[in-house]
């Protein structure tokens, strides 16, 4: 009787102690994250319409940075924008009446038919707020005055965008340097 020697399977071990070793590892950084607060934003001194306080926004496939954006109520800022995501966004920054002209005009664009050409959204200029779109890796610089009371929201109404979570948080301070 002739005996075949039977075919042994790699041991799966390694893979056990890789996955179990990874998870180990991202469980510790986490752990050493827990307590890291924010990193704080000092203001030195708001801007004013003759020098604009210099403020740096990066969009991202369905999120701002910095997030809160730090503004003080009644300053003039320099925004610059750059979209480091992949897709063309938008920064649309007011109060709900802007937020809600913009929504407004981006339904009212929106293709009748799939493979239809959207006209450009646009509201009449007395709506305020500001509003820039750029396409992937594209930049630009736009200026804004911080109302001085109410409360100003950051949101990308491009269609789908909002519904992926494109709505950035604002933080206002009263008066002068922090």
């Given at each position: 009787m002739s005996m075949v020697p039977s075919a042994r399977r790699p041991s799966r071990a390694p893979a056990y102690v890789t996955i179990a070793g990874l998870a180990v590892?991202?469980?510790l950084v986490v752990y050493a994250l827990r307590d890291t607060p924010a990193p704080v934003v000092v203001i030195d001194a708001p801007g004013t319409s003759a020098q604009p306080r210099a403020v740096n926004v990066i969009l991202r496939d369905y999120l701002f940075e910095p997030t809160p954006l730090v503004l003080v109520r009644g300053e003039t800022v320099r925004i610059a924008v750059i979209n480091g995501g992949l897709e063309t966004?938008?920064?649309v920054l007011g109060d709900a009446r802007v937020q809600q002209a913009w929504e407004s005009a981006h339904a009212a664009a929106t293709p009748p038919a799939p493979l239809a050409t959207a006209p450009p959204a646009s509201v009449p200029a007395d709506v305020g707020g500001a509003r820039i779109s750029l396409g992937s890796g594209q930049q630009g610089t736009l200026d804004?005055?911080?109302?001085v009371s109410g409360v100003v929201q950051l949101i990308c109404h491009l269609p789908g965008h909002v519904e992926q979570g494109m709505?950035?948080?604002?933080?206002l301070r009263e008066g002068e340097a922090e």
């Open positions: 590892a991202l469980g966004h938008e920064l804004y005055t911080v109302p709505v950035g948080q604002v933080e």
